[in-house]
């Protein structure tokens, strides 16, 4: 999930310890996602819930927003430069198309140059394929 490092922070902000930070936190990790912000504001209303009740009124209220959200997928990519002969078009665009890669770029003069991006955890995989692969030379690139 997410990035190389996971931070977040579940704050009871002065209910009962672990009685809202955490049980909202759970229903974020329940539904797999990263890089979200969820907030639930409780007005007392003069009846005391006890921890039990405190708990299970944060869990479900961040359940119910989550569930009506609009999870937005995204990827973390790694990206890489090709350059290589017209000679070796057919197994570069192979190695392309049977790891299902993006040419975001790409630059056909006297030899060719692509711009192609990899998830992220499959791009030490795609980089080692293309440094063994003769006349084909692949380089990072920053983005």
């Known amino acids: 999930m997410g990035f190389d490092t996971i931070r977040y922070r579940a ?5 009962p310890n672990n009685s809202a930070g955490q049980p909202i936190y759970g229903q974020i990790l329940s539904k797999e996602i990263t890089n979200v912000l969820v907030v639930v504001v409780r007005y007392f209303g ?27 997928e995204k990827t973390i990519d790694a990206y890489f430069k090709l350059n290589f002969e017209y000679v070796d078009m057919n197994k570069v665009m192979r190695i392309i198309k049977e790891n299902n890669l ?12 692509f711009l192609i991006s990899v998830r992220k955890k499959k791009s030490s995989k795609i980089k080692d ?12 690139v920053k983005r």
């Not at 704050?11 to 209910?15: K, S």
């Not at 819930?49 to 009506?68: C, H, P, Q, R, S």
């Not at 394929?129 to 990072?140: A, L, P, Q, R, S």
């Open 129 to 140: 394929i293309f440094e063994n692969m003769y006349g084909v030379k692949i380089e990072d």
């Open 102 to 113: 993006e040419i975001f770029d790409q630059n056909m003069d006297l030899s060719c140059e």
């Open 11 to 15: 704050n009871d902000d002065g209910e």
């Open 46 to 72: 003069g009846i005391k819930l006890g921890v039990g009740g405190l708990i299970n009124a944060y869990k479900t209220t961040a359940k119910l927003i989550l569930d009506e959200c609009e999870i937005v």
